[in-house]
């Protein structure tokens, strides 16, 4: 699933390995997710819309709108 | 199961309990054999002491079982849940394989014991290519 979490990662300056730890989750985890090959379970795209304070529709693109 | 750099606390915990039975496998093993060359054993004996050393290997098992429970991170899981049935389907597909090349052409009899060993190595096999699918 297309995302924008490269973006908001750029825009505030931090590296995969600190969105990583931010999560709590593994830098292949980062990766796999900004790649748009892994997509998250809704428990941890909702940790990431609050991380990033915005909504997860803002975050994640399905391609359905 | 992930490289000791990136180790979370679930991966250091299974090696923790991984490491130790491997060990009293390893005693297990070597005991059991040398007890059947000299003691000879015989009858409910004999079928008690070949268990013994099942028994870290179940330990084994249910120490994986533990792993992906306690594994907090989404993502390694599923990568290893994925190489799991990839070890699942190539060690099934290899048994019947084989298992009919013993049925029809006299191959070689290879032990079901060598099940989990096969299947663990068609998983180590397999995660590399899981993970790469992700990159």
Redesign the interface.
């Known amino acids: 699933m297309k995302n924008r979490l490269k973006v908001l990662r750029a825009e505030r300056d931090w590296s995969q390995a600190d969105l990583a730890d931010r999560l709590?989750?593994?830098?292949?985890?980062i990766?796999?997710?900004e790649?748009g090959?892994?997509d998250?379970?809704l428990p941890?795209a909702f940790k990431i819309a609050r991380l990033f304070g915005q909504p997860i529709e803002a975050i994640f693109d399905d391609g359905e709108a | 199961m992930a490289n000791a750099r990136s180790a979370s606390p679930a991966t250091r915990r299974y090696l923790a309990r991984f490491i130790p039975l491997m060990i009293v496998y390893a005693i297990v093993i070597f005991g059991v054999s040398v007890a059947f060359n000299r003691l000879q054993p015989v009858g409910p004996l004999a079928w008690a002491l070949a268990i013994v050393p099942a028994l870290p290997i179940l330990g084994v098992i249910a120490v994986m079982g533990l792993y992906l429970r306690e594994e907090a991170d989404e993502f390694q899981r599923a990568v290893l849940i994925e190489s799991m049935l990839w070890g699942i389907g190539l060690t099934l597909a290899g048994s019947t394989v084989w298992g009919l090349l013993e049925f029809y052409v006299d191959a070689p009899r290879v032990p079901v014991f060598w099940a989990f060993p096969a299947f663990c190595g068609a998983m180590g096999l397999a995660q590399p290519f899981v993970r790469r699918r992700y990159l």
């Open positions: 709590v989750v593994s830098r292949q985890t990766n796999a997710l790649t090959k892994y998250p379970s941890l």
